[in-house]
């Protein structure tokens, strides 16, 4: 391990920390003029973050040590999630702490704390938050894996960084399984940050809200951390997508020119693929909750058919 | 490895995936219009592969193959489609016998078998696209599959439609395509099948004023 990768790391955890409410906030203006609404700042997060942080913390009567415990854990996996996943350079030294498949456990374990806290307190909003949860992450999950078997097969490789390299240097070849994969990534990463289609990140209608139903009950520092977190997911879902999907321009080793070159690229993809998301969130309609299986469900099918596309037509025997 | 399929191969497979994805979002449309357009894109596609089949091979006879399938399939058939729908009143949600995720999972499971099946079958052919004829048996039995699990009539010709594009495509990436005198009839059969079937979707209505299909199972002789 060199100090170069070692400074590279630390500074991609720290970008990570600072642009994740930057991603959110542009995502949210974008979102705001989508809807012809007058846009919050694009500071806003952090703004909230501040005055979260401020505030002290109330805690309901019955709560036990895992609720104050859970957004710690819950933050603390989001940085790991953002450690691995390469965003600037893939010589990242950390990487070998958890591969793709280690990746997704890290999310997984971060779901079920949350959402065991939600149910800690026992109103029926965190219940049915946690429980919504649970039934958006299981189906979820073995899509994801789906799609992380075929970049697998790919690159013959499942830590991040391989497939992210093999991927980034390779020849131009269309990889038809590429693009099925592709897409039921998106679908999978709409879900999982509670995005449109499966979930409402703007609203507070009891009904309808899985995310929010969970965190009712944090106030204070607790919910900054859980706040933080979700913008940290979005971040790294993001990046993981773009990592794999359009790795162009990430660098390889580590060099001030080339992170240099790299950080503008990121900044550009993700301002568009957060364009991109605005639209696609303004567009659509939330589903009813029991249409969530379906649209996860094809997710599912979409990265099977392109782990199967994959075997059929890009292996010569 | 991968890094030795030509660019026509590649683009031939890339189109073959359209069409099998198309066959998939045909299998969980639920509704009339968006069904038709599907197909529309379909032919589209199939339409595409088989151009680039004809610049690969230099094959004149591909070029009028890829004409009349654009012109049949992603034009007049989906444009006779639309009419129907239109004077037929029957813009309503598409019934499906068994629910559409379970649908999907039995595609699945088609796709699986129908790769096998055209592995070794694949393997004897020596053309530019032979990867694709595993998607194209899969592309007919989905179709298959649609006509089997839907109630209404305008579905099950739509998926009788989507079977000959897999049929189609079979032709093109195993063999080059079927000598032109066989590739004119059959696209005659299909359209005159469709008008006919068109035809056939008046006369269901009138006698039995809906298009389900599960009415003609009561049929009384005499």
Not at chain 1, 56 to 63: P, Y
Not at chain 1, 299 to 312: K, S, T
Not at chain 2, 69 to 93: G, M
């Amino acid at each position: 391990m060199n100090i170069f990768g070692l400074v590279g790391q630390i500074f991609a955890i720290a970008l990570a920390l600072f642009l994740a409410p930057l991603l959110t906030g542009w995502v949210n203006q974008c979102r705001a003029w989508f809807q012809n609404r007058s846009a919050p700042p694009l500071m806003q997060p952090y703004y909230t973050l501040h005055k979260l942080f401020l505030k002290d913390v109330v805690l309901a009567h019955g709560a036990s040590p895992l609720f104050r415990f859970a957004p710690f854990v819950v933050f603390g996996c989001m940085i790991l999630a953002c450690a691995i996943v390469p965003t600037l350079s893939t010589d990242l030294p950390f990487a070998p702490a958890a591969d793709m498949l280690a990746l997704v456990g890290v999310f997984g374990l971060a779901r079920i704390f949350i959402s065991l806290a939600a149910m800690d307190i026992g109103t029926s909003f965190g219940s049915l938050g946690g429980r919504r949860e649970m039934l958006v992450g299981f189906l979820a999950e073995p899509a994801l894996l789906m799609v992380i078997f075929t970049t697998a097969l790919i690159c013959q490789s499942t830590s991040v960084a391989t497939i992210v390299e093999t991927l980034a240097h390779r020849d131009f070849i269309i990889y038809p399984s590429l693009a099925f994969a592709g897409i039921a990534f998106s679908f999978v990463s709409l879900a999982e940050n509670a995005r449109v289609p499966v979930d409402n990140p703007a609203t507070h209608l009891e009904l309808t809200m899985i995310h929010e139903a969970m965190i009712l009950e944090y106030s204070g520092r607790h919910l900054a951390l859980v706040e933080w977190a979700a913008s940290l997911k979005l971040y790294a879902y993001s990046c993981l997508g773009l990592a794999l999907f359009m790795p162009w321009g990430i660098a390889s080793g580590a060099s001030i020119l080339g992170l240099a070159a790299a950080l503008p690229i990121l900044m550009a993809k993700l301002a568009v693929g957060g364009f991109l998301l605005a639209g696609i969130e303004s567009v659509n309609a939330k589903l009813r909750i029991f249409r969530a299986p379906e649209f996860l469900g094809t997710a599912f099918l979409l990265a099977v058919l392109g782990l199967l596309v994959r075997l059929l037509l890009e292996t010569r025997v | 490895m991968t890094a030795s399929i030509p660019l026509s191969a590649q683009l031939i497979n890339l189109f073959a995936s359209v069409i099998l994805l198309l066959a998939f979002a045909m299998l969980a449309q639920r509704r009339m219009l968006p069904l038709i357009n599907l197909f529309a894109y379909q032919g589209l596609a199939l339409c595409m592969s088989t151009l680039v089949v004809a610049v690969t091979t230099g094959q004149h006879h591909l070029y009028w193959s890829a004409g009349l399938t654009l012109l049949l399939k992603a034009l007049l058939l989906p444009w006779i489609l639309h009419r129907l729908v239109r004077k037929l009143h029957v813009r309503f949600d598409v019934e499906s016998l068994i629910n559409i995720p379970t649908t999907m999972l039995v595609g699945i499971v088609l796709v699986m078998v129908s790769f096998n099946v055209a592995l070794p079958i694949s393997q004897l052919s020596s053309t530019v696209s032979r990867g694709t004829l595993g998607i194209a048996l899969a592309t007919v039995m989905l179709a298959f599959l649609m006509m089997i699990t839907r109630t209404k009539a305008i579905p099950q010709v739509v998926g009788f439609l989507a079977m000959e594009n897999g049929l189609f495509l079979a032709a093109t990436s195993a063999t080059y395509g079927m000598p032109m005198v066989v590739e004119l009839g059959i696209a005659l059969d299909v359209l005159v099948g469709a008008i006919i079937l068109g035809v056939f979707f008046f006369q269901i209505r009138d006698q039995f004023d809906s298009l389900d299909i599960r009415h003609m199972e009561k049929l009384k002789d005499g």
